[in-house]
């Protein structure tokens, strides 16, 4: 079966500018989340959507915002962009088992804001 | 915020010998997980250990938890090259409401020299 997968891999974008992240949940998964993982960190939480509702969200800025599609793929927008926004932005999918869920991350989307 | 710390931030040891990750966290949780990390990509999710268990093994990892302490740690046993990434615990939060984020720490950078 094909793992959480992300796109782009990487991308450069300007101060100021938009981007839109895409992730695909393994097949099944209802539920997907996003993390942000600045440089020499542990990644934070950002959102988690499920059945195409947001669950919950982190401590980040109105400039950040998601959606989930019928299909359960999902995207992460970032308005704009500062320099403080380059990370790794990291997807992770979830099947709800024994009362928690099982998170399956993707390989991540390296976004550098310049 | 990150509600996990890792000790040591960093680990170098000799191919075979064991390596000892230890990670504080602050509030009360659900359940503790440790995640690999090779070169700043997706996570790999090791082990998960519940709040009222105190051990878990799987393969040449034992983890531990002590809720009174709120702290865990990981044993790797007869390392290898391979081992070398970065190390992460997470607590995890299942709120009433269906909302799950995972908290993570800054990780355990480890190195097994062969």
């Known amino acids: 079966d094909a793992g959480v997968t992300q796109s782009p891999t990487h991308l450069i974008k300007t101060r100021g500018q938009h981007v839109t992240l895409r992730c695909s949940p393994i097949?099944?998964?209802?539920?997907v989340s996003w993390y942000q993982q600045v440089l020499g960190q542990g990644p934070q939480f950002i959102f988690q959507?499920?059945?195409?509702?947001?669950?919950g969200r982190g401590n980040f800025p109105d400039r950040f915002s998601a959606r989930q599609f019928p299909n359960y793929s999902s995207e992460l927008n970032v308005n704009a962009l500062l320099l403080g926004d380059s990370a790794l932005y990291l997807c992770?999918?979830?099947?709800?088992?024994?009362?928690?869920?099982?998170?399956?991350f993707g390989p991540g989307t390296r976004l550098t804001v310049t | 915020s990150q509600q996990g710390e890792e000790d040591p931030q960093a680990l170098s040891i000799q191919e075979g010998e064991n390596a000892t990750m230890n990670c504080s966290y602050k509030?009360?949780?659900?359940?503790l997980q440790w995640y690999r990390q090779n070169s700043g990509r997706g996570l790999v999710h090791l082990i998960l250990?519940?709040?009222?268990?105190r051990e878990k093994h799987s393969g040449r990892l034992r983890v531990t938890l002590d809720t009174s302490k709120k702290s865990s740690s990981l044993l790797i046993t007869a390392s290898r090259a391979a081992d070398t990434a970065s190390y992460f615990c997470?607590?995890?939060?299942?709120?009433?409401?269906?909302?799950?984020?995972?908290?993570f720490g800054k990780g355990t950078k480890l190195s097994v020299i062969p």
């Open positions: 509030t009360s949780i659900n359940n």
């Open positions: 097949s099944g998964h209802k539920s």
């Open positions: 959507y499920y059945e195409k509702e947001e669950r």
């Open positions: 997470a607590t995890d939060f299942l709120s009433g409401a269906g909302s799950y984020q995972l908290t």
């Open positions: 250990i519940r709040s009222n268990e």
């Open positions: 992770a999918s979830s099947l709800f088992w024994g009362g928690t869920y099982e998170q399956y």
